[in-house]
């Protein structure tokens, strides 16, 4: 019986470690800009969000869900973005997600 205790307590760790395994941005290098750093890799979730991360005010709408989904490398779906490519977004909200 305690076996199979510290077994579940055991996989719940697991699954919980791989969920919190956030992205830390590195934001050492210059400042990004909506229009020619977050814009274009949003494009690519329009093919199944529609124009929900299309324009700065639907994206500045929804910076936190943004955040978390590119940080917990959950979105896009089917595909993994660079690092650099994480740093764009992540940054840009860290910044204030300014329209610039
Ligand atoms: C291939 C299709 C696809 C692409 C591309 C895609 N998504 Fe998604 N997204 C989904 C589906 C399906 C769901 C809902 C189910 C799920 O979470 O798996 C979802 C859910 C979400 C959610 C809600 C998640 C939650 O936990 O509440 C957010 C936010 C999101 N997507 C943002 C994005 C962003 C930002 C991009 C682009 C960087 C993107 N998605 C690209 C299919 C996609």
Request: net charge positive; proline share 4%.
């Given at each position: ?32 800009s ?7 890799l949003?494009?690519s ?37 660079s ?8 940054c840009?909200?860290?910044a204030?997600?300014?329209?610039n």
């Amino acid at each position: 019986m305690k076996k199979i205790f510290f077994i579940i307590i055991f996989a719940a760790l697991i699954i919980s470690c791989k969920k919190s395994a956030n992205y830390t941005a590195d934001c050492s290098g210059p400042a990004k800009s909506y229009t020619t750093d977050v814009a274009p890799l949003l494009a690519s979730c329009s093919g199944c969000h529609g124009t929900q991360y299309t324009g700065y005010a639907n994206v500045s709408a929804r910076k936190s869900s943004v955040y978390s989904v590119i940080a917990d490398g959950s979105m896009p779906k089917g595909r993994t973005l660079s690092s650099t490519e994480k740093n764009s977004i992540l940054c840009w909200i860290d910044a204030g997600a300014p329209n610039n």
